[in-house]
């Protein structure tokens, strides 16, 4: 061909469509159903119920009686012991998480990092394994059974103060994050002005704690949620010392024969009555922020402790780590595997419990994150499905999970939605308490995907499957395996829904652990509790080889 000649035509590159209009709305509509069936539907059915008692069985009765019914039956005083023992575990959350978040941004201490280590530790744990630890420590044939004066004293932790100082515990890292990205964002201006102007140490303090405010609001109004909204130690420490707490009185009244669906409906409005205003002052706090990082932004020097001081922090943060995290292991080890310990006693129930509860979480936490890319996805387009969907999951995110448990058992155990007393039901629990906070782990890295990327491989050919495969997926990889992780240690541990729906015959591994317990079975107790503590590791090491893969491989791309 001599240069003369014309150029052969360009073909158009073949290519499938991509979604149309048509499409997208079935997706759409697709979604909306998800959300009816997971959340819309047994929430609805079920928290009507205190104000039309029988709407699922066509015995309509408008009226209040079912709240009078719920105070009748004793939920004021689990309501009052629910509120104190939030308020008061919030109170004690709250100076330590600052104090942890300070040692940790403000400090040169050599080991602070280890803080932050122990602090995600905390907050995976399930609050039924700290419970545990308390009750093993303080068994008759647990590790200070040799101690009747240690032994005594442990024996406190069964009641009250064991309550609080548990939830106080697993509310800790709630506090610690809210105060620590405020601590990483003050500025050293307001600092130097005081002292400049002479300020003493404690008008200085009080500066600091004003400028902290927000912060201080948003950590303390996320313990007391986290406490109030509890199950796991009002189903152990609350229920084994008598302690009614309010998450506990609506699970006995769903699993109370005969069932009174009115009045555990009317008293999970009670509940959600006092969660609310903790979540209106999260809410408010973090729109009330000091706007301290601008263009003069200095970020606050850290300080230099003595040797003195450093010793003491170190002491302090070591005991607080052999209670919180030491404890439980030490007490379920010492039991499962010391002498005396029959090897074969209830050894039936461990392993079955353990792999059940495994394998619901792979399959569920699979699913989970499946649904939530598309919705992530929907979130950032900001349009009107975004906006009905956007508080319904942060909603369902403060929903104690025993309301929406007791929601299943009435909406799905009709003649039209027969799904109760099977793993369908559990596993559809699982991915409904896990879906809304995986969405919101995925919606940031999702709104970094530039739209060109998608227009580009239109451009060039790619049909809308092999766009996700080869450009969307790499590189929103990274969070979609931290939705995963999250959704399935979720999952594994979750105690109030698979205390409601588990099939008969198959208990996940919190409710054989819940069961062990009430039944002093402390060796098959221990070796549950150390059990979940192997599959904890487990998904740590998971998410540390897998991290750790994804850093090899971008580090190799960039060169």
């Keep these: 061909?001599?240069?003369?000649?014309?150029?052969?035509?360009?073909?158009?590159?073949?290519?499938?469509?991509?979604?149309?209009?048509?499409?997208?709305?079935?997706?759409?509509?697709?979604?909306?159903?998800?959300?009816?069936?997971?959340?819309?539907?047994?929430?609805?059915?079920?928290?009507?119920?205190?104000?039309?008692?029988?709407?699922?069985?066509?015995?309509?009765?408008?009226?209040?009686?079912?709240?009078?019914?719920?105070?009748?039956?004793?939920?004021?005083?689990?309501?009052?012991?629910?509120?104190?023992?939030?308020?008061?575990?919030?109170?004690?959350?709250?100076?330590?998480?600052?104090?942890?978040a300070w040692l940790r941004v403000r400090s040169t201490l050599a080991w602070r990092g280890w803080i932050e280590a122990g602090v995600w530790a905390l907050l995976v744990m399930p609050g039924y394994v700290l419970a545990s630890g308390w009750m093993l420590l303080a068994a008759p044939i647990g590790p200070l059974r040799q101690l009747p004066a240690l032994l005594g004293a442990a024996q406190a932790l069964l009641g009250p103060v064991g309550i609080v100082l548990t939830l106080a515990l697993k509310a800790l890292p709630f506090a610690y994050l809210a105060l620590q990205g405020a601590l990483e964002h003050s500025g050293a201006a307001a600092q130097e002005a005081a002292r400049v102007h002479g300020l003493r140490t404690a008008q200085r303090l009080r500066l600091a704690l004003a400028a902290l405010l927000p912060a201080l609001a948003?950590?303390?109004?996320?313990?007391?949620?986290?406490?109030?909204?509890?199950?796991?130690?009002?189903?152990?420490?609350?229920?084994?010392?008598?302690?009614?707490?309010?998450?506990?009185?609506?699970?006995?009244?769903?699993?109370?024969?005969?069932?009174?669906?009115?009045?555990?409906?009317?008293?999970?409005?009670?509940?959600?009555?006092?969660?609310?205003?903790?979540?209106?002052?999260?809410?408010?706090?973090?729109?009330?922020?000091?706007?301290?990082?601008?263009?003069?932004?200095?970020?606050?020097?850290p300080v230099r402790l003595s040797r003195r001081a450093t010793l003491g922090h170190g002491l302090a943060v070591a005991m607080l780590g052999l209670g919180a995290l030491a404890t439980p292991v030490l007490a379920a080890a010492q039991l499962a595997l010391g002498a005396g310990a029959d090897a074969g006693s209830g050894s039936a129930a461990v392993l079955p419990a353990v792999g059940y509860s495994l394998r619901l979480a792979l399959l569920a936490a699979s699913v989970t994150v499946a649904l939530a890319w598309p919705l992530a996805t929907l979130l950032n387009r900001r349009g009107a499905a975004a906006r009905v969907l956007d508080p319904l999951l942060v909603g369902v995110m403060a929903l104690p999970g025993v309301v929406l448990a007791a929601a299943y058992v009435l909406a799905y155990n009709q003649p039209v939605t027969p799904l109760y007393g099977g793993t369908t039901l559990l596993a559809m629990a699982y991915v409904a308490l896990a879906l809304p906070i995986a969405t919101k782990v995925l919606q940031g890295p999702l709104a970094q995907l530039h739209v060109r990327l998608a227009e580009a491989a239109q451009v060039h050919g790619l049909s809308r499957l092999q766009t996700l495969r080869a450009i969307e997926l790499p590189l929103a990889a990274r969070a979609l395996f931290s939705a995963w992780l999250l959704a399935a240690l979720h999952v594994a541990f979750e105690l109030p829904a698979s205390e409601l729906l588990y099939p008969a015959g198959h208990p996940p591994l919190a409710v054989a652990l819940l069961d062990a317990a009430a039944g002093f079975q402390l060796q098959l107790q221990a070796r549950l509790q150390l059990l979940g503590i192997a599959l904890l590791l487990g998904f740590a090491l998971l998410a540390r080889l897998a991290f750790g893969g994804v850093a090899a491989a971008a580090k190799r791309g960039s060169r």
């Excluded at 240069?3 to 991509?18: D, K, M, V, Y």
């Design 1 to 100: 061909m001599s240069f003369a000649e014309p150029l052969p035509p360009l073909r158009a590159t073949a290519r499938r469509p991509w979604p149309t209009l048509p499409a997208r709305v079935v997706g759409v509509t697709a979604l909306i159903l998800v959300a009816l069936a997971l959340w819309g539907w047994p929430l609805g059915s079920f928290l009507l119920q205190a104000f039309i008692p029988g709407l699922l069985h066509g015995t309509l009765h408008l009226g209040l009686h079912a709240f009078a019914d719920a105070l009748g039956a004793g939920i004021a005083p689990a309501l009052r012991n629910s509120l104190l023992v939030a308020l008061a575990a919030a109170l004690l959350a709250l100076p330590t998480g600052g104090w942890l």
């Design 218 to 301: 948003a950590g303390f109004a996320a313990a007391y949620a986290e406490s109030i909204s509890d199950f796991a130690v009002a189903a152990t420490l609350g229920a084994g010392s008598g302690v009614q707490l309010a998450t506990y009185s609506i699970e006995q009244a769903v699993n109370a024969m005969p069932l009174d669906f009115p009045a555990a409906a009317a008293s999970s409005w009670l509940l959600l009555a006092l969660v609310v205003p903790a979540l209106l002052v999260q809410a408010r706090a973090g729109r009330s922020g000091h706007g301290s990082i601008g263009p003069r932004h200095r970020p606050a020097a």
